[in-house]
């Protein structure tokens, strides 16, 4: 069974910083990975998918990378802002297309100004 | 990216009532749907999976009784819970993909349900 795991649970950083948020799945038969944020009490935005046959994706200050043998995932925050602060949940979708997408708990990251 | 909408978007009701939670794909047409609930501070966990004009597979654990998935039509499933009690207290979100769309899901903002 897949199982997902985020490390840290959660993360205080001053402005500015970059920093790294980690991800893990059990089963490397992954069919892609994405990484969502959510705002407190909010609905889900997705931030970066990853497809299995790549390595990254790059949006922004926002770097995901995935390296599927060894089934972990991580996601690059430059130059943190306040901004940022929310809960970054990492997810992966079975090797079937349509299939339903597995959580991690998520990192909950606070940017102090 | 594609829209995907829910309503309502939060709701009251008292146990022992029921309650309909809509979702909607607004510009495309969603040949499968996905509730998930999500507890405070917890996950989403995937409730059930429900394919336009078909009946929807629920999770293990997930009663279908209590928890009636409709997807009738291509842009719009309902999630019912029936008998609703305090412990159902939650945040559901949908999902939506379709084949126009590759295999990327869209999430709708949530419903948060409170039952007193």
């Known amino acids: 069974k897949q199982e997902v795991t985020q490390i840290p649970a959660a993360l205080s950083v001053p402005e500015g910083e970059n920093l790294v948020l980690n991800c893990s799945f059990t089963?490397?038969?992954?069919?892609?990975l994405q990484w969502f944020r959510q705002d407190p009490g909010k609905g889900l935005t997705s931030l970066l998918l990853?497809?299995?046959?790549?390595r990254e994706q790059t949006s922004g200050r926002l770097n995901a990378s995935l390296d599927k043998s060894s089934g972990r995932s991580t996601l690059y925050i430059a130059a943190s802002q306040p901004g940022d602060s929310a809960t970054y949940l990492c997810?992966?979708?079975?090797?079937?297309?349509?299939?339903?997408?597995?959580f991690g708990k998520g990192t909950t990251l606070s940017v102090s100004s | 990216g594609a829209v995907v909408s829910q309503h309502p978007s939060w709701v009251i009701c008292k146990s022992g009532t029921s309650v309909k939670i809509e979702c909607r794909s607004l510009?495309?047409?969603?040949?499968?749907m996905f509730w998930y609930r999500q507890f405070p501070k917890q996950s989403l966990m995937l409730m059930a999976t429900?394919?336009?004009?078909?009946?929807?597979?629920?999770e293990q654990g997930v009663e279908k009784d209590k928890f009636l998935i409709n997807h009738a039509s291509l842009t719009l499933s309902t999630l019912t819970v029936t008998s609703a009690h305090p412990e159902d207290s939650s945040f559901y979100i949908c999902?939506?993909?379709?084949?126009?769309?590759?295999?990327?899901?869209?999430f709708g903002p949530g419903t948060r349900l409170t039952v007193l």
């Open positions: 999902s939506a993909r379709g084949l126009a769309r590759g295999n990327e899901q869209f």
């Open positions: 089963d490397s038969a992954i069919y892609n």
């Open positions: 990853i497809q299995s046959s790549q």
């Open positions: 997810a992966v979708a079975l090797n079937q297309a349509g299939t339903a997408l597995i």
């Open positions: 510009d495309f047409q969603a040949t499968t």
């Open positions: 429900s394919n336009e004009g078909s009946k929807a597979t629920y």
